[in-house]
């Protein structure tokens, strides 16, 4: 096994922004370990597929160690696994707590853990959080207390690794998005989450998956979060 190909990691894989970023990361010659509850095996050597849910503690080291058993390095994790739910805050349930918890920032913490000791081996390395628009400019017609607690905890801990693995050869970043094109939207609701962004369009795939090739490729940028969402972070 040539252990000199570079190996992402990306959560939540198997469809929407996963599937996007594993490709994108395939397409540029990278291994890729690929986590999610649902997600299939792979025919494709360079490809593992790893399921798990992401808030079980244990789903993080298993990831991360089978990366290394088949490729030898982890040189970027992609933490894109999410849940969003949007909903009036005194409507929110326990369990809808303690899910988005376990997903948006469990997820995060557990596999981010085992993903930089394996870095730190190597001295280089380079984490990316997939997270929300919505955790900066707050909008009354989509109501998500949940999202901006979690989603922008990541925001604030993309920034907080930023400076404590600066000096270790380390980069920390987060993509932003806006409402992007995935099945999560049902295509009835196009035309009123467009209007959502002032370029008055939703996002595609392809243009989150793009940022975070361009972070990757950025190696004098960390501690950012790059907002990807058509003009909202901006305001109307």
Same mark, same amino acid.
């Given at each position: 096994m040539?252990?000199?190909?570079?190996?992402?990691?990306?959560?939540?894989?198997?469809?929407?922004?996963?599937?996007?970023?594993?490709?994108?990361?395939?397409?540029r010659?990278?291994?890729?370990?690929?986590?999610?509850?649902?997600?299939?095996p792979?025919?494709?050597?360079?490809?593992?597929?790893?399921?798990?849910d992401?808030?079980?503690?244990?789903?993080?080291?298993?990831?991360?160690?089978?990366?290394?058993?088949?490729f030898?390095?982890?040189?970027? #994790?992609?933490?894109?696994?999410?849940?969003?739910?949007?909903?009036?805050?005194?409507?929110?349930?326990?369990?809808?707590?303690?899910?988005?918890?376990?997903t948006?920032?469990?997820?995060?913490?557990?596999?981010?853990?085992?993903?930089?000791?394996?870095?730190?081996?190597?001295?280089?390395?380079?984490?990316?959080?997939?997270?929300?628009t919505?955790?900066?400019?707050?909008?009354? &017609?989509?109501?998500?207390?949940?999202?901006?607690?979690?989603?922008?905890?990541?925001?604030?801990?993309?920034?907080?690794?930023?400076?404590?693995?600066?000096?270790?050869?380390?980069?920390? &970043?987060?993509?932003?998005?806006?409402?992007?094109?995935?099945?999560?939207?049902?295509?009835?609701?196009?035309?009123?989450?467009?209007?959502?962004?002032?370029?008055?369009?939703?996002?595609?795939?392809?243009?989150?998956?793009?940022?975070?090739?361009?972070?990757?490729?950025?190696?004098?940028?960390?501690?950012?979060? #790059?907002?990807?969402?058509?003009?909202?972070?901006?305001?109307?």
């Amino acid at each position: 096994m040539s252990k000199d190909r570079k190996v992402a990691v990306v959560t939540g894989a198997s469809q929407g922004l996963g599937a996007g970023i594993v490709k994108g990361f395939r397409e540029r010659g990278y291994r890729v370990a690929a986590t999610s509850r649902s997600i299939q095996p792979s025919e494709d050597p360079n490809l593992l597929a790893i399921r798990g849910d992401i808030g079980d503690p244990a789903t993080g080291k298993k990831v991360i160690d089978a990366a290394v058993a088949a490729f030898g390095r982890i040189d970027t #994790l992609v933490n894109n696994a999410g849940i969003f739910i949007a909903s009036p805050f005194t409507d929110y349930s326990e369990d809808q707590y303690r899910a988005k918890l376990s997903t948006n920032l469990d997820g995060f913490f557990f596999i981010t853990q085992h993903a930089i000791a394996a870095m730190e081996k190597r001295g280089s390395g380079h984490i990316v959080q997939i997270t929300t628009t919505l955790a900066d400019q707050a909008n009354s &017609n989509v109501p998500s207390v949940l999202a901006a607690l979690t989603k922008g905890g990541l925001n604030a801990a993309t920034r907080s690794l930023a400076i404590e693995y600066a000096t270790r050869g380390i980069r920390v &970043n987060a993509v932003s998005p806006g409402v992007i094109k995935t099945p999560m939207h049902a295509p009835e609701m196009h035309d009123v989450l467009a209007a959502l962004h002032p370029v008055n369009r939703l996002g595609e795939v392809e243009d989150i998956v793009q940022a975070v090739l361009y972070l990757e490729d950025a190696h004098f940028v960390t501690g950012e979060i #790059l907002h990807v969402d058509g003009g909202q972070v901006a305001g109307h």
